[in-house]
């Protein structure tokens, strides 16, 4: 076996890897201008975004997910993340992965430094329970590294935690189960995008809340894309993946560059007065 991969499989994270230069996080980034009420649920963007269903393509992503997965492999889910200066989101689990079994790919877009930080806790992908388990039924503060790391070791003595600070452009690559935080101590808002995978095999599902272990499930199902191989077990709702990438054209281009931007941007300035006043 592969020693990244070894890694993976021993301390569930792989990376980090170098993918795209800044225009093209630029590029991508504008991507998130596209209404949310265009697409199934909150991480589905890839539904109307042929650059992020192409992003979610990139032949780099695939190489490092086959050699986990196997050939036949899912998007199934693709949300941007901003992070607003100051802020934390404390440690957890990404709750879907109590359906299926996967693997997460954090990319840096804009506004990342020795002040954004990304932190796993090595070992913890297979580890039977989560941060927020952990919060309710122990009283953990899942806010404190030291009490949930060790809560962790409890489990398994070898568990660690790693920290990265990575640059626009850079990727890292967990297994889905890994318990992670992200904090901004900078001044500016950090921009990523999250793209969660998993082999064809799996049945993908929405959540309904976010509780572990008794997370509920919504009836509607996640769309997904075939990013890789073939899908002879249709389990879950596969998307026409050639017909999004034809949505990349000159007429979408102005709509989410110049439409969809001054909507959200709009609604952003409105929203930020509201909350003003209410405080
Ligand atoms: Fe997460």
Same mark, same amino acid.
């Given at each position: 076996?592969?020693?990244?991969?070894? =890694?993976?499989?021993?301390?569930?994270?792989?990376?980090?890897?170098?993918?795209?230069?800044?225009?093209? #996080?630029?590029?991508?980034?504008?991507?998130?201008?596209? &209404?949310?009420?265009?697409?199934?649920?909150?991480?589905?963007?890839?539904? %109307?975004?042929?650059?992020? !269903?192409?992003?979610?393509?990139?032949?780099?992503?695939?190489?490092?997910?086959?050699?986990?997965?196997?050939?036949?492999?899912?998007?199934?889910?693709?949300? $941007?993340?901003?992070?607003?200066?100051?802020?934390?989101?404390?440690?957890?689990?990404?709750?879907?992965?109590?359906?299926?079994?996967?693997?997460?790919?954090?990319?840096?877009?804009?506004?990342?430094?020795?002040? !954004?930080?990304?932190? +796993?806790?090595?070992?913890?992908?297979?580890?039977?329970?989560? @941060?927020?388990?952990?919060?309710?039924?122990?009283?953990?503060?899942?806010?404190?590294?030291?009490?949930?790391?060790?809560?962790?070791?409890?489990?398994?003595?070898? #568990?660690?935690?790693?920290? $990265?600070?990575?640059? &626009?452009?850079?990727?890292?690559?967990?297994?889905?189960? !890994?318990?992670? %935080?992200?904090?901004?101590?900078?001044?500016?808002?950090?921009?990523?995008?999250?793209?969660?995978?998993?082999?064809?095999?799996?049945?993908?599902?929405? @959540?309904?809340? *976010?509780? *572990?272990?008794?997370?509920?499930?919504?009836?509607?199902?996640?769309? #997904?894309?075939?990013?890789?191989?073939?899908?002879?077990?249709?389990?879950?709702?596969?998307?026409?993946?050639?017909?999004?990438?034809?949505?990349?054209? $000159?007429?979408?281009?102005? %709509?989410?560059?110049?439409?969809?931007?001054?909507?959200?941007? +709009?609604?952003? $300035?409105?929203?930020?007065?509201? !909350?003003? =006043?209410?405080?």
């Amino acid at each position: 076996m592969e020693l990244e991969i070894k =890694k993976l499989d021993l301390e569930g994270y792989m990376g980090p890897y170098k993918l795209l230069e800044y225009p093209d #996080c630029q590029n991508i980034l504008n991507e998130k201008y596209i &209404p949310r009420k265009l697409y199934a649920w909150q991480k589905s963007i890839h539904e %109307k975004s042929a650059v992020v !269903t192409n992003l979610a393509s990139h032949p780099l992503i695939l190489e490092k997910l086959r050699k986990v997965l196997g050939n036949n492999i899912l998007l199934w889910g693709s949300i $941007f993340i901003q992070q607003k200066p100051n802020s934390e989101h404390p440690w957890h689990l990404d709750v879907e992965y109590g359906s299926c079994k996967g693997l997460t790919l954090w990319i840096g877009l804009k506004n990342l430094s020795e002040k !954004t930080s990304i932190s +796993l806790i090595t070992h913890s992908h297979n580890i039977d329970t989560a @941060p927020q388990e952990l919060k309710k039924n122990n009283n953990i503060n899942i806010e404190n590294d030291n009490a949930v790391l060790e809560s962790a070791k409890k489990f398994n003595p070898n #568990c660690e935690l790693k920290t $990265f600070y990575l640059s &626009p452009g850079e990727f890292i690559i967990w297994s889905g189960r !890994t318990w992670h %935080k992200t904090s901004n101590s900078s001044k500016k808002a950090r921009e990523t995008i999250l793209l969660q995978y998993c082999s064809t095999d799996n049945i993908v599902k929405i @959540p309904a809340n *976010y509780e *572990y272990p008794n997370t509920e499930w919504s009836d509607k199902k996640p769309p #997904c894309i075939l990013v890789s191989g073939m899908d002879k077990i249709n389990k879950n709702i596969i998307l026409d993946k050639s017909k999004i990438l034809l949505s990349n054209n $000159f007429i979408n281009k102005i %709509k989410i560059n110049i439409i969809y931007k001054i909507r959200f941007k +709009l609604s952003s $300035f409105l929203r930020s007065i509201v !909350t003003k =006043k209410i405080n």
